[in-house]
Structure formats: structure tokens, C-alpha cells
Nanobody, 111 residues
Framework: QVQLVESGGGLVQPGGSLRLSCAGSSHNLIFRAATWSRQAPGKQRELVAS???????SYADSVKGRFTISRDNAWSTVFLQMNSLKPEDTAVYYCGSSGSWGQGTQVTVSS
């Protein structure tokens, strides 16, 4: 099974930005499709963004216009650019692809 590794989380002030990255532990992994989800304490995991093989993207209403999912040219890394962050965006963010998930990266939005 493919292992995914997320990075880029951290502490940011409201209104700030972060860029999350997701890569496979194997250098041969190609992200034809991928998703970013998040889970806040005491809440269910929420699908945040997805990208499909033809490049089409979709977003949860709560992040639309603020978050952008993308792939690098080699399709070996998936990104989640997060702008205008709000305290309610605080969660552990998970990358998913081909039935596999990473261990997550913590994003905390706080002043």
C-alpha cells in the first residue's frame, strides 16, 4: 500500500497563509487524483478539496475561494494552498490518494 507524507502545517495568525504538501514515500507515486481532508477535535473528518485526473478541482463551501489544490508538473506532489486562514480552519489535514492516507499535519490558526 502506498504511504503518503504530508508537510507544511504549523501555527499561523488569522488571515495568514500556509501551503501544505503531500508526497508518496515511494518516488514512483503518481497523483492522478487526490484529496485533502481535515479533522478538528471532536468533529468528523471533512473533505476539503479534491483534484481529478483531468485537473478539475472541487472544494468544500467553507474553503471555496480561499484554498487551492494543485499538483506539480510531474504529478508527484500535491499541494493545498491555504489563504485567509480562519480559526475554524484549525485541524489536522490529511492527504488521500489511491485508497491511502497520510498521518496528517497539524494546522493551527490563532492569534
Amino acid at each position: 500500500q502506498v504511504q503518503l507524507v504530508e508537510s507544511g502545517g504549523g501555527l499561523v495568525q488569522p488571515g495568514g497563509s500556509l501551503r501544505l504538501s503531500c508526497a508518496g514515500s515511494s518516488h514512483n507515486l503518481i497523483f492522478r487524483a487526490a484529496t485533502w481532508s481535515r479533522q478538528a477535535p471532536g468533529k468528523q473528518r471533512e473533505l476539503v478539496a479534491s483534484i481529478v485526473p483531468n485537473g478539475d478541482t472541487s472544494y468544500a463551501d467553507s474553503v471555496k475561494g480561499r484554498f487551492t489544490i494543485s499538483r506539480d508538473n510531474a504529478w508527484s506532489t500535491v499541494f493545498l494552498q491555504m489563504n485567509s486562514l480562519k480559526p475554524e480552519d484549525t485541524a489536522v489535514y490529511y492527504c488521500g490518494s489511491s485508497g491511502s492516507w497520510g498521518q496528517g499535519t497539524q494546522v493551527t490558526v490563532s492569534s
